[in-house]
């Protein structure tokens, strides 16, 4: 079982910049996929940036490339999100979420994810 902690929402004006933090219970498999995701208000889910835990390997959506940030620390258990020159259009729930084991296909779909945290709500105004 895998605990996933988000922490460090909130609101900020266009062009300003949150960093995310997901604490993790678990943080010793290496074969999958570590990743963030965010869905605003009568929208789907969508994967916004992924890491593979082996190599530490990134994907990004095309709506955040050049903007977002995700990376690990596994001493810590730790996932980030470093979200720069942010839009109205970021605000969303975001939710860190965990995958064991990777078999393949698109790492933003969210059918890949064993686990999911409550989410952590960014809002940024215009």
């Known amino acids: 079982q895998v605990q996933l902690v988000e922490s460090g929402g909130g609101s900020v004006q266009a062009g300003g910049s949150l960093r995310l933090s997901c604490a993790a219970s678990v943080y010793t498999f290496h074969r999958g996929l570590m990743a963030w995701f965010r869905q605003a208000p009568g929208k789907e889910r969508e994967g916004v940036a992924v890491v593979y835990t082996g190599d530490g390997s990134t994907v990004y959506a095309d709506s955040v490339k050049g903007r977002f940030t995700i990376s690990q620390d596994n001493a810590k258990n730790t996932l980030y999100l470093q979200m720069n020159s942010l839009k109205p259009e970021d605000t969303a729930m975001y939710y860190c979420?965990?995958?064991?084991?990777?078999?393949?296909?698109?790492?933003?779909?969210?059918?890949?994810?064993?686990?999911w945290g409550q989410g952590t709500q960014v809002t940024v105004s215009s």
């Open positions: 979420a965990a995958a064991v084991r990777w078999y393949g296909g698109n790492p933003l779909n969210r059918i890949n994810y064993n686990y």
